[in-house]
């Protein structure tokens, strides 16, 4: 709880005309594929060396972009965090991998390569703090261990057995 407290306090200002304002936080996090499957596996990896952008657009006009932020600020569990400032109800916003400068994970696919994220305080939404789905980039080469992990794990057998 205080750890919550801690967190809206720092997202919130109190205006010169005496109303509380608060930024938004969109926090998510990025992966490597290391088995190139399209989704988090026990061996997938955090991402290091990547950027992220959020981005918004206006519903009626998508090539009016209201808001473009970047971070490279990736922790050593894949974890980002970007403060926006305003309300952006009525917009389309979204996260999106840049880049990865991760030679062996660097690859970007359609699908897992954006989120999209709904930045407005009036969403009904009690916290200041909002999660994008999480991001991934894929390996080139999958891991070895890839076949037995999907087996084990997600109960997933080659294609061969029909
Ligand atoms: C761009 O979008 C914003 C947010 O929806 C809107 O307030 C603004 O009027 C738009 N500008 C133009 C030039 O369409």
């Not at 400032?85 to 009525?90: I, N, S, V, Y």
């Not at 897992?112 to 894929?138: E, K």
């Amino acid at each position: 709880m205080a750890k919550l407290v801690a967190l809206i306090a720092s997202l919130c200002f109190l205006s010169f005309l005496g109303a509380v304002y608060c930024k938004i936080e969109v926090r998510g996090e990025v992966y490597c594929d290391t088995c190139r499957v399209l989704f988090p596996t026990t061996v997938s990896t955090p991402a290091k060396n990547a950027e992220v952008l959020l981005e918004c657009r206006d519903r009626e006009n998508e090539n009016n972009r209201t808001l473009s932020q970047s971070t490279t600020d990736i922790d050593g569990n894949g974890r980002y965090a970007i403060e926006v400032d305003g309300d952006h109800e009525d917009e389309i916003c979204e996260v999106r991998l840049v880049q990865s400068l991760d030679t062996e994970c660097n690859q970007i696919i359609p699908g897992l390569d954006r989120a999209r994220v709904l930045i407005s305080d009036n969403s009904g939404i009690a916290s200041n703090v909002r999660y994008a789905n999480p991001l991934g980039f894929i390996k080139a080469v999958p891991l070895p261990e890839c076949a037995e992990v999907l087996i084990k794990t997600y109960g997933l057998l080659p294609t061969a057995h029909i």
